[in-house]
């Protein structure tokens, strides 16, 4: 055989923008200690070998959905008259009584055989102080986290702590210690608001695992939405610095006359002295979202737009009314919150009062934001209201916001349980992101053609509002039983007899049928998989036993 490497991703998304916003993912990097990265980036693309054959098609494209991606930026003004930040030497003796050093031991699943373990990896990061005795940081700082422990500067004591949630489509985590006398002598930071164009800021942490805080200093250049690289698909606001953010400085608190203005997070890498941060927008949802003692997640409306009325013929055969702007509906969610609500050519042109431009920007507190921004400041479950145009008549809806995601999830996925079936050698799990970056760093373009087409286009090619997720045979453990099922490794199942297969449970339960046969139909296939289902059942168990894999099924829900 032939091998080649297999290595184990809120607001609405412009249509003309999705390709830029992968792109823009790829060149950003979230900011941990130099060991972690390395081994936490080269772990995507160094698991295991297959072999794979056929032409390589076209590189991957972002799907249009509520679910990410990036806004315009705000637009540049001149710089505003700005009180003078303390200096960084003054805040530093406090700043020593807010900052801990964060020390993580991650380990993920392996994505194509998940009873399996991926190396372990080291991390540092940076977390600080809040009210309540809690630590913030970023979520990719205790991803996949076995043990986590904190320390303060200058002490070689370290106390073992523990995630008390971790928000992953905006890169946030809470921490505690619940020996509560590693508080003593602490000092709790508290947030601000949103820094001005062009004002100074302050970046605080421990960079490159150094054991003493460093401050760097920087002038902010812009704020807009943009993708986080933790999940290389959510979108939320950030603000952009020329701060020098280096790793390690992931989780530290950027600072603005004594109060936090943001978490650092993320720097371009393909330029220099550009970091961006995490603004107290995004935190206090995050912080208001907890307070229930239970994570939701940023919701979103379910639908993708396109913003194409600055032709003014579009605007025309859409009859809109002379001088209305908006973004044009190009396609509804199935089972989203604005199923039924919204249609294809619909005109939305205001959300909650707030006017939406032909670029989809609107104006917030002073600032040209992205549209999403107004439904990024709700919580799951409440409502907005929008104003549309549909054949030349005006309309308003009530919609709520929900989570609303698709069924296969662009995002990257962390803390998940091992969820697969084995059965008679053949490994089934669900299509994931995780699972299609084991093609390698070059995976949207490295795939199979099916796979590809799935990922870019899932949200089309699902007619079932049943489906809870496609599901992949994902590895062969080579026994005589299934010795002729090669060429179907890495095919999305259909049926099993005749059954739909909508989740791994359907699955689970098709395979302990009483048929003579057991017939898996793949949707990439024309031909099925047949096995003699007596024979099946005679080697499954040792197939089991002769490559170690724990159980036959996991079927945990996903967190």
């Known amino acids: 055989m032939v091998h080649h490497p297999r290595h184990p991703a809120t607001g609405a998304i412009d249509a003309e923008e999705g390709l830029d916003a992968?792109?823009?993912?790829?060149?950003?990097?979230?900011?941990?200690?130099?060991?972690?990265?390395?081994?936490?980036?080269?772990?995507?693309?160094?698991?295991?070998?297959?072999?794979?054959?056929?032409?390589?098609?076209?590189?991957?494209?972002?799907?249009?959905?509520?679910?990410g991606a990036r806004g315009g930026a705000q637009t540049d003004i001149a710089a505003p008259e700005v009180p003078a930040a303390a200096p960084p030497a003054v805040m530093l003796p406090r700043m020593e009584k807010s900052l801990v050093m964060i020390r993580s031991i991650s380990q993920a699943v392996d994505p194509a055989t998940p009873w399996k373990n991926r190396s372990m990896s080291q991390g540092i990061g940076t977390g600080f102080i809040i009210e309540g005795h809690r630590i913030l940081t970023n979520a990719h700082n205790v991803s996949d986290v076995k043990y986590v422990e904190v320390k303060k500067q200058d002490q070689a004591q370290r106390w073992p702590a523990i995630v008390m949630y971790v928000a992953h489509d905006c890169d946030l985590a809470m921490l505690t210690v619940l020996d509560k006398a590693f508080f003593e002598g602490t000092l709790p930071l508290e947030l601000g608001d949103l820094p001005e164009n062009h004002s100074t800021v302050q970046t605080y942490g421990f960079p490159v695992g150094g054991r003493q805080i460093s401050v760097t200093e920087g002038v902010v250049s812009r704020i807009e939405h943009d993708v986080y690289s933790h999940t290389q698909a959510d979108s939320h606001l950030v603000v952009q610095t020329d701060a020098a953010i280096n790793p390690g400085n992931s989780g530290g608190p950027v600072m603005q006359d004594g109060k936090v203005v943001g978490v650092a997070f993320q720097g371009l890498s393909m330029a220099d002295n550009i970091g961006y941060m995490i603004p107290t927008t995004v935190i206090r949802h995050f912080l208001e979202d907890i307070a229930d003692r239970h994570y939701d997640g940023f919701g979103s409306l379910g639908f993708s737009f396109y913003t194409g009325l600055h032709n003014p013929a579009y605007a025309r055969f859409l009859k809109l009314p002379d001088g209305v702007q908006g973004i044009v509906v190009v396609y509804v969610m199935m089972n989203s919150s604005v199923e039924g609500v919204l249609q294809r050519n619909d005109v939305i042109t205001r959300i909650d009062g707030y006017d939406i431009d032909n670029d989809g920007m609107t104006r917030i507190d002073g600032r040209q934001l992205h549209m999403s921004e107004v439904i990024e400041r709700k919580q799951i479950g409440q409502t907005v209201t929008l104003t549309f145009w549909r054949d030349g008549e005006a309309h308003t809806a009530e919609a709520e916001i929900a989570w609303n995601r698709p069924v296969l999830d662009y995002a990257r996925q962390y803390d998940v349980a091992p969820r697969y079936v084995v059965y008679a050698g053949l490994t089934f799990v669900p299509v994931s992101r995780n699972y299609l970056e084991t093609w390698g760093r070059n995976w949207s373009s490295d795939l199979p053609s099916f796979l590809r087409y799935l990922f870019q286009n899932s949200l089309v090619i699902n007619k079932d509002p049943q489906r809870k997720e496609f599901i992949v045979l994902s590895e062969i453990l080579p026994d005589e039983i299934n010795a002729y099922a090669e060429p179907f490794e890495d095919s999305v199942v259909e049926t099993v007899n005749g059954r739909p297969i909508r989740a791994l449970a359907d699955l689970a339960d098709a395979f302990r049928s009483d048929d003579p046969y057991c017939v898996i139909e793949f949707m990439d296939a024309d031909k099925p998989l047949v096995l003699d289902r007596a024979k099946a059942d005679e080697r499954h168990p040792v197939i089991l036993e002769k490559y170690q894999v724990p159980a036959a099924t996991s079927l945990e829900a996903q967190p």
């Not at 390395?38 to 959905?65: C, D, K, P, Q």
């Open 22 to 67: 992968l792109q823009a993912a790829a060149y950003t990097t979230a900011l941990t200690f130099a060991d972690r990265v390395e081994v936490l980036r080269e772990s995507h693309f160094m698991n295991r070998f297959r072999s794979r054959l056929g032409s390589i098609m076209a590189t991957a494209l972002v799907v249009l959905l509520f679910i």
